[in-house]
């Protein structure tokens, strides 16, 4: 079984397991919480593919359920430096068409519902855990994002052609909330990181290499302007042609380092036989 464990970074042969699954893998997704105490894990039942989020006490080793099920799926939203111990889940338990969007803290396991989703897509939030966007897709194959007007109702914030909706999507707010980070492949051959300020709507271009696509998965969603800039050239250096690639991305699953003042840690999935179950 591929339970999680964790262990100092320069002192990997100190790890010890802060899992012990006997059932099925864990999922391949993890979150380490800017609180430096807890960490997200995934589990379905019985290859159902639904999905719950759970988390574990790095202090205690106490395990505690986030989302709800059998028979609902979830996947993370959010999560934020400003609220340590909160993230934002997504889960289908009211209706299984939609996602709500759910404020949770992790340790207490507390659950409050942030947006209803009637009948969209999905949604897109910042770092202050705020509802920005709402997601939907249009009959010719366009996606389309909303942002809500005074009067409190959805209007169109920018539309994404069907051939670009793929590899065009917002990324994540600036820190101060007056950009908005894209990726974005409208007039080009392959995505450019763009940031749109807000109020202008001017766009100015952060990074772009022709040959090589962009991917966000470096790109955290607490980095400031610069850092978002520095995550995206290091996620393209990684996605650029190979050997039998063909210019597609050479990302792969990765153990989650995460460093607090003092201490280094890294968290990865791994087999352990243990015969006790959470």
């Keep these: 079984m591929l339970n999680l464990w964790i262990a100092p970074i320069d002192r990997i042969d100190e790890a010890r397991p802060v899992t012990a699954v006997t059932d099925r893998n864990l999922g391949p ?9 807890h960490v997200v894990f995934f589990r379905e039942a019985a290859g159902d593919e639904n999905w719950r989020a759970w988390r574990v006490d790095l202090q205690t080793g106490g395990v505690r359920v986030l989302t709800p099920g059998p028979g609902v799926t979830c996947y993370i939203q959010q999560r934020s430096r400003h609220f340590p111990s909160e993230l934002l889940t997504a889960h289908n338990a009211r209706d299984k068409r939609y996602f709500d969007v759910y404020r949770v803290n992790v340790a207490t396991g507390e659950s409050a519902l942030l947006q209803l989703n009637d009948g969209l897509v999905g949604h897109f939030t910042d770092q202050q855990f705020r509802v920005r966007f709402a997601r939907r897709h249009t009959d010719d194959g366009d996606v389309e994002y909303l942002q809500r007007g005074t009067d409190g109702e959805w209007a169109l914030f920018s539309r994404i052609g069907a051939e670009d909706n793929r590899s065009t999507r917002p990324i994540e707010f600036s820190a101060d909330g007056r950009e908005l980070y894209w990726l974005d492949s409208r007039g ?3 995505a450019a990181v763009v940031a749109q300020d807000l109020e202008s709507g001017m766009v100015r271009v952060l990074a772009k290499d022709p040959p090589c696509r962009f991917h966000p998965a470096f790109a955290r ?3 400031r302007a610069p850092g978002c800039r520095r995550a995206c050239i290091q996620a393209r250096r990684v996605a650029g042609p190979g050997p039998g690639l063909s210019g597609r991305s050479r990302l792969t699953r990765a153990a989650i380092a995460r460093r607090s003042d003092d201490q280094h840690h890294v968290a990865r999935p791994a087999a352990v036989d243990r015969r006790v179950s959470i």
């Design 29 to 37: 997704w993890m979150v380490w919480m800017h609180d430096d105490r």
């Design 188 to 190: 080009r051959d392959t």
């Design 221 to 223: 969603s607490d980095q």
